[in-house]
């Protein structure tokens, strides 16, 4: 079983819709959850961090997570076509430094 | 804003050469990360440093080294470049002392090696 695991897509979705990446983990010892957006040929960019169970708000962007379920999720409102990216999903440990990331979800927003 | 530089965008070395990759930080953090990202296989752990002169081995260390003789400089270096190391490479770093560990990546190196 993969540590962190993600659909690999692609997520089609329209111009305007909600688009909902979904990540779920093994590790219950994890503290905390990251979410990057990787353009093709670029590099990941962060987009925001979660650590306490609930939801986290940035603009369009909410984080989601629910440890008991193990999964954390990402909400994209009023999609763009300029978010058509792979959305990458990355967990810590408590005590560690390294993240874990997840082999990503490729977005497409039609428009 | 956190800035992470890499010494190159594209890289083109022929098999047998010796390949140093630099990373720059100038948020003096104290953690740096080397991967690389291939289709398919997503980004993979190669070495990772804490602090000044200390390195840990990531999940594919082999034909890899790395070098960290200052805070701000993280390198890798191919001992020997093989066709099987062409991938697009990926430094990061994160602070430990802001408790969050997000990791901020560099724009990439894209290696080929004919």
């Known amino acids: 079983q993969k540590e962190v695991e993600q659909n690999s897509g692609p997520l089609s979705v329209p111009e305007g819709a909600i688009a909902s990446l979904n990540c779920t983990y093994s590790d219950r010892g994890s503290q905390s959850f990251f979410w990057y957006r990787q353009y093709s040929g670029k590099s990941p960019e962060l987009i925001m961090f979660i650590y306490s169970n609930g939801d986290k708000e940035d603009g369009r962007f909410t984080a989601q997570l629910n440890k008991a379920s193990q999964y954390v999720s990402l909400l994209i409102r009023d999609s763009q076509p300029s978010d058509s990216a792979t959305y990458l999903c990355a967990v810590r440990s408590n005590s560690s430094y390294k993240l874990i990331f997840g082999s990503g979800t490729r977005l497409l927003v039609r428009p | 804003d956190v800035k992470v530089t890499q010494s190159s965008r594209y890289l083109v070395k022929r098999t047998g050469e010796k390949v140093f990759l630099e990373c720059v930080q100038d948020?003096?953090?104290?953690?740096m990360f080397w991967y690389r990202q291939d289709p398919g296989l997503g980004l993979r752990l190669i070495y990772f440093s804490y602090d000044v002169k200390m390195k840990e081995k990531g999940d594919i260390p082999e034909g890899y080294s790395v070098s960290r003789e200052k805070k701000e400089r993280f390198s890798l270096i191919l001992e020997s470049a093989s066709t099987n190391q062409t991938s697009m490479y990926l430094c990061?770093?994160?602070?430990?002392?802001?408790?969050?560990?997000?990791?901020?990546f560099g724009p990439g190196t894209r290696l080929t090696v004919t």
């Open positions: 990061a770093s994160s602070s430990r002392t802001s408790g969050s560990y997000e990791q901020y």
């Open positions: 948020m003096d953090h104290e953690n």
